[in-house]
């Protein structure tokens, strides 16, 4: 056995054993050492880094590390096997792509601006935006010796009077509570119930009557790679949390199918639940309510949009049959889930409402998105596109709708890109290249003066749309002019440095690889080829649509006409086409505010095909007709030209 | 700060640190160290003796230590105050009255006998013996790639067609297990569910299609000092465990009051039910499933009988207002408990049942107990009484019924008597003692040849019975006679000695003192005086009551002669005293096969007056007349003669 010692930036270390011959990134899972590896181990993304700082460790040289790099110690853990003591450094920058937990600033009219124009349009397609929570007040008679019934009873009785209802449930949690509060109260007290189809009455909650009481709901977004919270006031729809954090599912694989294979060994399940529940989403529960003040006790519902394999691996469901012929998800809609089932830290009784799945590769994040969308409000034929690590996409209107899915990676939210971050602080989100002297300059999400961290999904569209622009890539992503920005290794893979080390928050170089474009155009390729067959199938031509509604974390920066002049859009007036921001969450803010959006995005859902591009012959033949940019028929792309 | 070290017969050791002036009780009590307290530390009952082995303790003598004892080391936990280091050796026979778990042999008749009885009662009264448990089997089309529907919905659907209902709920317990299920066994599965009155369908479990299932059920009586529980199969009846254990809260006070003292302490609530679910129930659970062979996970139904501050405490809810002035207890009926909340470790989904209270101090217990004792059912006058630690009395027929309670004590269990214990392996449960060599031959419970250890409530009753009829005590428990085995210590108190330490299974001789009788005629005392005050506000005689039925953990062994020759039941004709075991036990068991009997039970305690036996002015003098050998106004007992 030899001594492994995982020693982070803080200062902290983690001590193991290993026999030798054990592989690094393993031994780092089993002692649950965060370290990214969003290829699941397979030396293709190069994030799995550490640095040697002790002892000796044999690995491989991949095209991943420098030289220099390899000279001052970095290693790929993947590719890294114990044969001695060793000490190995690892980056905290390797979490998640970069991505701690961020908590939004409410302040910011841009963070909320979207939930508003999420009520104005359910409000105009009729909707309403109630629930069925509220609060109810009700005042008992004081027992006394001749009145000793117990407490129980004396609530039950005074809110049957009062919601004129035959059955009113406590549940145990109130039941704890109930001795107290009445008599703190004086037996006058605030319920939180929820009034069930039936009339039944459900009491969430019990409060003195002086008490200021919020009806809490928590809304989620449980992307591939990035998750995203809400917490809003179900009474009103006010946002009074709001955050986001990299899904700590990552270590595990960038993309599903990794993941559901890393919960098929033993105990995985438990692993992959813990990682997306107790790493990520309790911790953002616990941030948001420390920032707003608010008790997390008091969050009495929860909705939850994610893609099929997400949803299964959230609530510890045996996912394997989802990528098994004939792919069959345990659910597609649930009402089986409460807090207390997945120990999520909320009311216990807080019911878990999942944004229902429609196929095994088209999940709740893309109906909670198309509510929103509104795509089945219209008679206009449009198109939603939700850029997440898996791309998905419906066409339609108020008669019909058709989705499918794609796989485009992760590059969309930064993954799989060696200087790609989330759309968060320190991301590049827009750049111009001029033309004659190659030099970038940026916009960075962030307070002014921020320096430079990485790359966001619109960042990685500009710049591959401006070097291509600028002529110095060609349509194959292949570096064709020489600069002080370009550089080629020594394998004569080129590069273009966006911002050197010393301008940057960042260890080395921000820069944009031959091979980061390459993982970028087939990301976007997959969507363009993904719409082309889409549209074919149904005898339609990509002018034929009206709009475009584009999702996702790719950021709010996104510019459409780069967007389009990479061949990852149609080539439509930009007019046409609207950024809707994460319209997973926002659908699952819409699902738990209002009970007739829950009902609508179920009747969306049920009444949307579904149509498996892997089964159409001519998608491999579009695919690969769309890695070019923007495309090997520039005759698609009418409006692009170059500077 | 002085170091404490508790040091256990199994040479284990708990070490903390306390302050000086600590008093060692409340040091090993926040130390989790168990030492029995019955009377929560009064230096009342004796029980909480430590053997001084190192060190330095402050010890106040008291009458519960003969110097002898005291030269050894022996001292009382709650009169010892830290004034050094000091070691201590913790008895593990103080735990609970010397009682650890017994699990029962079902191979003895006797073992089950009182269930076949109930049942045969239930049946006789037109009771039918169903519940709303049972199993269904249901055969699925095999998904293939044309026939995709989710797993739960394939199954909601067989089981809707199959049970013709609506509404089917899958809890989270099921929808984990679904999808390996299903493929394991080809989509044809048996399903363990409940249905609910309308027609509403819960799936507790799902099995594979040859598994051999069998519905567990629970059935636990919380007595204040003992813990009985069965596991019975839902469909048949048949009893599958059976055990029974001191119940963990003792160490926090023998009666009610002290224990409800106790919870309201810091974190009380928690160590009460802690004490009660995690140190009784679940070890009691595992240990008969373990007997049996049976997973624990398919128990899908639990039924509590016990009084009302136990419900109070097992559920962990607030018990202080029950011994405050208006006397209100949180509830009498509740169906707001389910396995997870208490975290009992059967089907997460199990609802637990609890035997209705109908007043502060006349609980679920006597509900059960008034069931299966059928004075319901009955034109004639009958008497059931229940020998708990509270005694609790029921008067009536099929037309009226009237309770009360009153406080006996620990005594029938074998409580506050100093060689006590429960009725069990190593307890004599019947004494003859030789008027002229006042010599005595027991029964002893057990295997033949077993040594005693002690007294349990049966022996008890004959052991004074006996020393009265040899007139070796007065009618007031003093000593009278002289003899080898009568022994009067430094203070003059008088004891005779059952059983020399030679040939007994224990640390010192087996004898009875009088501050044991004096206990016992309390408590006896506090049963007849109950029975006289209640038959009085009703103008009825003694001589009117038809029947008596004695329940209670005091022994299947009572001997009703000598229960009568001391004044503890009327002096009516034996053969109409009938003694019917753990009653609670056994209406748990009935409200748990038979929905009818749950209901019907209900049904009693709303029908069930109560009364307040401290609101009767003449029943302290009825106590105080009754605490004599049999009775001041021995015409009473005109059957009772001496030897």
Known sequence: MFKVTFRFESGEAVETFATSGENLLEVARKTNVAIDAPCSGNASCGKCRVKLVGGELESKKTRHITDEEYEQGWRLACVSTIEADVEVMVPDIASAYRSRMKVADLSSPDEVAIFEKTKQ??????????????????????????????????????????????????????????????????????????????????????????????????AV?????????????????????KASSGNGQIRYGADVINRIIESTKPGGQERLQDAVIQETINPMIEHMCRASGFDPKHIYRMCVAGNTTMNHLFSGINADHLRME???????????????????????????????????????????????????????????IDLGTNGELVFGNSDFMMSCACSAGPAFEGGDISCGMRATDGAIEACVIDKDTMEPTFEIIGEAGVKPVGLCGSGIIDVISELYQCGIINPKGKFIREGKRVRHDKYGMGSYVLVFQEDADSVKDIEITEVDIDNFIRAKG???????????????????????????GIGSGINMRNAINIGMLPDIPLEKIHYIGNSSLSGAYAMLLSTEAEKKTYEVASNMTYMELSAVPTYMDEFVASCFIPHTDNTLFPSVTLK
């Open 121 to 218: 349009g359910l409000e105009d397609a009729g909707i309403s935006l109630h629930n069925s929570l509220r609060t109810v007040r009700v005042s008992m008679a004081v027992p006394t010796l001749d009145d000793t019934m117990p407490d129980n009873e004396r609530l039950t009785r005074a809110l049957k009077k009062e919601l004129n209802t035959e059955v009113v449930s406590l549940p145990y949690y109130v039941m704890r509570r109930l001795p107290d509060v009445l008599r703190a109260s004086n037996f006058e007290v605030q319920c939180v119930i929820r009034t069930a189809a039936n009339g039944h009455v459900f009491v969430y909650d019990v409060y003195e009557k002086d008490a200021d009481v919020v009806i809490g709901g928590l």
């Open 221 to 241: 977004d449980i992307g591939t790679t990035t998750v995203s919270g809400l917490i809003i006031n179900m009474e009103t729809g006010e946002i009074i949390g």
């Open 326 to 384: 004939p792919y069959i998800p345990a659910f597609f809609k649930t009402n089986s889930f409460f807090a207390s089932d997945l120990d999520i830290h909320i009311n216990p009784d807080a019911h878990i409402i999942v944004a229902p799945n429609i196929g095994s590769y088209v999940g709740g994040d893309i109906t909670a998105g198309t509510l929103v969308s509104m795509v089945w409000n219209r008679p206009e034929f449009s198109l939603f």
């Open 526 to 552: 997959a969507i363009f080829s993904a719409i082309r067959t889409m549209l074919a199938s149904l005898d339609f031509d990509i002018t034929m649509v009206e709009d475009i509604y584009v999702a996702g």
